[in-house]
């Protein structure tokens, strides 16, 4: 007997865990015993990490074990960009990607990243769960994508190893690590501060060699990656949400 994997069926299995980043796949028949993969790029401990697992755990309960769903984290099967690649060419069933990456595919998301945009992350996800969200699940679609929910990973913050931060224009002369997102490097540039785009993964080395000054991110992958061992400062700015797709 055939189990197509649809939207409503998964957002069924997996309502208790869909509180951290964001999980998005394309929609496969599958069989009785079938395997399936998802990745993503957090660190063990990361929420993100903690979520696909509890993700895989529920689809297993939900299907009677007919769908068993693999977590390949930490950036094991690539970046968040060659995931959603492999995503699109059927080498990979789900990930749970970031906004910057999958903004690639779907323009419109780069807007969530626009600085200052949300006072808090309960703010983000109420809009997400309304008409702006509903309409970035259709341009999901119309690129071949299932999007099964907003997961949410915090505000990103500011890490550096040269000084205090308190103001603007302190950032100015840095050299700090972005991910590939046009926006938040429109950012740092406009601040001033010349930005590295460097795979997570390769972070931690990039911070601890001086190949960049620091980075910014969500205080759950600065714990979780234990980037403040290679950073001394860290400065809340809370410049944008850490929103992506499942």
Not at 90 to 114: H, K, R, W, Y
Not at 139 to 160: C, K, M, Q, S
Request: no cysteine; hydrophobic share 45%.
């Amino acid at each position: 007997m055939k189990y197509e994997i649809t939207r409503r069926r998964f957002l069924a299995a997996s309502s208790a865990v869909l509180a951290a980043p964001a999980i998005v796949t394309m929609v496969r028949p599958t069989r009785a015993g079938t395997t399936l993969t998802l990745g993503h790029g957090a660190a063990p401990g990361n929420p993100r990490a903690v979520a696909a697992q509890k993700f895989a755990e529920l689809v297993a309960e939900k299907t009677a074990g007919r769908v068993t769903i693999n977590v390949a984290g930490a950036e094991t099967l690539g970046t968040d960009s060659a995931m959603l690649t492999s995503l699109r060419t059927g080498a990979l069933d789900f990930t749970a990607n970031s906004q910057g990456a999958t903004s690639a595919l779907v323009p419109e998301l780069a807007a969530l990243g626009l600085p200052f945009l949300f006072e808090n992350t309960a703010k983000a996800m109420q809009v997400l769960g309304g008409p702006t969200g509903a309409e970035l699940v259709k341009r999901f679609e119309a690129v071949g994508v299932v999007p099964l929910d907003w997961w949410d990973n915090g505000i990103r913050h500011l890490t550096n190893s040269k000084r205090k931060v308190a103001a603007p224009a302190e950032v100015s002369g840095m050299k700090i690590r972005t991910p590939a997102d046009p926006m938040t490097m429109d950012i740092f540039q406009a601040l001033g501060a010349a930005t590295e785009q460097i795979a997570f993964g390769e972070l931690y080395v990039a911070l601890q060699q001086g190949v960049v000054d620091g980075q910014e991110n969500p205080l759950a992958n600065i714990d979780s990656s234990k980037l403040y061992e290679v950073n001394k400062y860290i400065s809340l700015t809370g410049h944008k949400a850490a929103i992506s797709r499942q």
